[in-house]
C-alpha cells in the first residue's frame, strides 16, 4: 500500500540520548517534512527537504539534525534529547511542485524524554 | 509576520447539527489554502484546497469558502456525524513558505 511510514510508533527515552526517528515514503515525492506538534502550539517545521541530496531548516531546527540519502528515507536525528522534546512528531512528504502540492503525514512518533 | 488564527478552538456540538469553523489569515503574498482534517491519534489529512480565484469547494458534507479581500476562510460541516470528531487544521501556502493555524478541536456528541 502506497504512504508514508514512521518508526518507532512510541520511544520513552533518557535525557542526553541520541535517538533517531525513521519516516519512509513509497510515492517517489521530492519533497519531505518533519514537523512536531504539541498541544497549544499546532504543527511546527522542524526540517525539511525539497529533493534527495538537499536539506533545510525550518521553524525550529535546534537540537535536531536530518538526512536525506535517496529519495525514500528522510530520517530525524536527536544528537542529545532534552525533555522539551518531548512531542509528537509526524513526517510528511509532497510531490514538491509549486502551488497546490498536498502534503501526505505519517502516523506520527509520540516521544517521551524525562 | 506571516499568520493564521482559527476559530473557534474548541467546539461540541450534537450529532446532526452543522457547524462551521472559521480561519483567518495574514499571508502574503496567498498562493492557496487548505483545509486538513486529523483524527485523534493520527496525521492530518487534507480535506480540500482554495485557490484565490475559488469561492466555494465542497468534499462530500464539507463545504470550504474563501474570502481573499477580507483573508477569511470558513469550513461548513453539514448533518455531522461522530466519525467528524476531530481537529481541523488550516494551512495558507505564501510563496514556497506554509503557515499553520493551530488548529480547532471538534467533537462531536451522540
Not at chain 2, 493520527?42 to 469558502?65: Q, W
Amino acid at each position: 500500500i502506497a504512504g508514508i511510514t514512521q518508526a518507532p510508533t512510541s520511544q520513552i527515552l533518557a535525557a542526553g540520548r541520541r535517538m533517531t526517528l525513521r519516516c519512509t515514503q513509497d510515492m517517489r515525492h521530492n519533497a519531505m517534512y518533519w514537523y512536531r506538534q504539541d498541544l497549544g502550539l499546532g504543527l511546527r517545521l522542524i526540517h525539511y527537504s525539497n529533493t534527495a541530496g538537499t536539506t533545510g531548516k525550518g521553524e525550529v531546527p535546534d537540537g535536531y539534525s536530518v538526512s536525506r540519502a535517496n529519495t525514500d528515507d528522510f530520517p530525524l536525528t536527536l544528537a542529545s534529547a532534552v525533555p522539551s522534546q518531548t512531542s509528537v512528531y509526524f513526517c510528511a512528504s509532497s510531490t514538491g511542485s509549486s502551488g497546490s502540492d498536498e502534503q501526505f503525514f505519517g502516523p506520527g512518533t509520540r516521544l517521551t524524554v524525562l | 509576520k506571516n499568520q493564521v488564527e482559527q476559530s473557534p478552538q474548541s467546539l461540541i456540538i450534537l450529532e446532526g447539527k452543522n457547524c462551521t469553523l472559521q480561519c483567518n489569515y495574514t499571508v502574503s503574498p496567498f498562493s492557496n489554502l487548505r483545509w486538513y482534517k486529523q483524527d485523534t491519534g493520527r496525521g492530518p489529512v487534507s480535506l480540500t484546497i482554495m485557490t484565490f480565484s475559488e469561492n466555494t469547494k465542497s468534499n462530500g458534507r464539507y463545504t470550504a469558502t474563501l474570502d481573499a479581500d477580507t483573508k477569511q476562510s470558513s469550513l461548513h460541516i453539514t448533518a455531522s456525524q461522530l466519525s467528524d470528531s476531530a481537529s481541523y487544521i488550516c494551512v495558507v501556502r505564501g510563496g514556497s513558505t506554509l503557515t499553520f493555524g493551530k488548529g480547532t478541536m471538534l467533537l462531536v456528541s451522540p
